[in-house]
């Protein structure tokens, strides 16, 4: 979550640094804030992709845990695997 609003803040603070430095015709601050913001949004989108990823193997544990949990009676392997897959859920909706 301290990515994400890493990645967003400096994405506004890069895109202000653009939109002033165009305005006082200053353009190395304006090309320097368009560099910024725009790698702010090329980390947002490389953690959203390893979030996506982890998001998957979550889905794929919590699925085997109930399985095994359903095979074995076990009930709190089954509740922990339900638990997982959600979670893995949540993540790739990221």
């Known amino acids: ?19 002033i430095g165009n305005t006082i015709g200053n353009t190395t601050l304006a090309a320097n804030g368009a560099q910024q913001q725009s790698q702010a949004e090329s980390a947002q989108k490389a953690a959203d992709a390893k979030t996506h990823t ?11 845990q109930q ?4 095979l074995t009676g076990d009930k709190s392997m089954e509740a922990r695997g339900n638990a ?6 949540l993540e790739r909706k990221v």
Request: proline share 0%; net charge neutral; charged share 20%.
């Open 1 to 19: 979550m301290t990515d994400r609003l890493a990645n967003t803040t400096n994405a506004y603070i890069g895109a202000a640094k653009q939109a």
């Open 54 to 64: 982890q998001g998957v193997g979550h889905k794929v544990e919590g699925q085997v």
């Open 67 to 70: 399985n095994v949990g359903s």
């Open 84 to 89: 997982t897959e959600i979670r893995g859920d």
